[in-house]
Nanobody, 124 residues
C-alpha cells in the first residue's frame, strides 16, 4: 500500500521558516522523482519543487527560488522542503508527490502518488 505522509506544517509570521517532511512507503522510493506542490484556496494546485531520484538534480518554481530548498534521504524514504523567508502568498496546503521517471516534471498529471497535504499559513 503506497503512502505519502506530510508533516511540519503550521502557522508562522512573515519572514519565518518551516521545514516540511514527507515520509514514503509502499513503493521503491529511491527510484522516483519526488515533488512538492501547493494549493491555495480558490486556486489550482501548483508546482513548487522537484528532486531527482538520487538528489543530484533539483528544480524549483521561480516564486520560491532562493527561499525554498528541496532535499531527500533515500535511506529514510523521506523528502523535505525547507522554506525560509516565508511570505503571506506562500499560504497553502502543501502536498508531496512521487513520479516514476528520471525526469523532473512540473505537471500534476505526471505524478503517480500523492499525500494528503499539510497546511502552511503565513500571517502577521
Amino acid at each position: 500500500q503506497v503512502q505519502l505522509m506530510e508533516s511540519g506544517g503550521g502557522s508562522v509570521q512573515p519572514g519565518e521558516s518551516l521545514r516540511l517532511s514527507c515520509a514514503a512507503s509502499g513503493f521503491t522510493f529511491s527510484s522516483y522523482t519526488m515533488g512538492w506542490f501547493r494549493q491555495a484556496p480558490g486556486k489550482e494546485r501548483e508546482f513548487v519543487a522537484a528532486i531527482s531520484w538520487n538528489g543530484g538534480v533539483t528544480y524549483s518554481a521561480d516564486s520560491v527560488k532562493g527561499r525554498f530548498t528541496i532535499s531527500r534521504n533515500n535511506a529514510e524514504n523521506t523528502v523535505y522542503l525547507q522554506m525560509n523567508s516565508l511570505k503571506p502568498e506562500d499560504t497553502a496546503v502543501y502536498y508531496c508527490a512521487a513520479d516514476n521517471t528520471i525526469r523532473l516534471r512540473t505537471s500534476t498529471y505526471d505524478y503517480d502518488y500523492w499525500g494528503q497535504g499539510t497546511q502552511v499559513t503565513v500571517s502577521s
